[in-house]
């Protein structure tokens, strides 16, 4: 009874914020939309069947693949930053990790419209490429312009979870890798990888999963023609006002992502079992 104090809050918290929406969505996918919108309460699963329309699987397919590139080029860029700032000096790590979340504390929306500048015709981007002699490109408005977007945005959540396990490697196992004749590379491979392969596993998660569900960035940078689950959800809610298939399109989204989590914990305990 005397944990009760403690718990009390986080558990108000998860219960008000989490289960009770979530409780809602679950029984909005089984019910049928009314005549101009809202919820009528008769029981279907028809909002079920429409999630096997090949257009929304093409909305689900198109939103894997600007979730997987970003993540990609997230581990690429991330690892080397976190690894550079893992051998920093502690009191030049601290500057290094406040510069990582330094745009965190600036608007979200504020940062995707910066980028909308710097993307746009006449912006920096275009400016730079005409003054070196590569002449403008189109930029804003593609697929390209979201994976930069969600990179920018998401980048520090894959640095972070990299760093603690870089941080944490002791400096001894590649030194003794090293001893016994292996080069950078293979150090590198057979040491450093597996031994934060937990951190790259987090890092990957932390980023594909907002990145997944992101509908401010597809909408702003990708001039709405970048339709991706999130834009999709949005719209049913808030557009078609179709709550109960758009409920449906959540619990497919939140399949999605559950699948997701139950294959890091499952790699993660694989990989502590040997």
Known sequence: MKRWPLTGPGLTYLTVLMAVPLSLTLSYAFLRRGRFGGVVYEPTIENLTRLADPLYADVFLHSTWIATLTTVLALLIGYPTAYVIAG???RRQTIALIAVVLPYWTSFLIRVYAWIVLLSGPG???KTLRAVGLGPVKVLYTDAAVVIGLLY????????PLYASLARLDPRLREAAANLGGGPWAVFRTVTLPLTLPGVLTGCLFVFVPSFGNFVVP???GGGRSVM???LIRDQFLKARDWPFGSALALALL????????????TARRYASR
């Open 88 to 90: 920093l000096p502690r």
């Open 153 to 160: 945005a998401y980048l520090p959540l894959m640095i972070l």
């Open 124 to 126: 920096w981007l275009n």
């Open 255 to 266: 399949a999605v992502l559950m699948l997701l989590l139950f294959a890091r914990a499952w």
């Open 229 to 231: 689950a999130g834009n």
């Open 219 to 221: 909408e702003l940078l």
